[in-house]
């Protein structure tokens, strides 16, 4: 069974960090593109970053460029966000996807993608 779950969500004060893990299984993790997505109250999912298996090249939106780092341990099958500078505007759920035999062009453009996980909650207070 494919599973794709989130950890590390939380509340944070404004400023603060959190790191999110991204935890894989039931495939193998050696050709994969995986995003990270967000979606607050009343507003459109959105993709902040992704990851691609195939020569590491990652993606992040302007809304968390050099806030944001992701980054892979395919020992582990799992995928971080580290989060840094927060703002109150990052508050929402945040999701984790993977697509695989992808890249991060179709995953972040499309949000098509092979498994969704279940979402973690980030409150960033002001």
């Known amino acids: 069974e494919v599973q794709v779950v989130e950890s590390g969500g939380g509340l944070v004060q404004a400023g603060g960090s959190l790191r999110l893990s991204c935890a894989a299984s039931?495939?193998?993790?050696?050709?994969?593109?995986i995003g990270w997505f967000r979606q607050a109250p009343g507003k459109e999912r959105e993709g902040i970053s992704c990851?691609?298996?195939?020569?590491?090249?990652?993606y992040y939106a302007d809304s968390v460029k050099g806030r944001f780092t992701i980054s892979s341990d395919n020992a582990k099958n799992t995928v971080y966000l580290q989060m840094n500078s927060l703002k109150p505007e990052d508050t929402a759920v945040y999701f984790c996807?993977?697509?695989?035999?992808?890249?991060?062009?179709?995953?972040?453009?499309?949000?098509?993608?092979?498994?969704w996980g279940q979402g973690t909650q980030v409150t960033v207070s002001s």
């Open positions: 996807a993977a697509d695989l035999r992808s890249t991060c062009t179709v995953v972040i453009r499309t949000h098509s993608v092979d498994f």
């Open positions: 039931g495939f193998t993790f050696d050709d994969y593109a």
């Open positions: 990851i691609s298996s195939r020569d590491g090249s990652t």
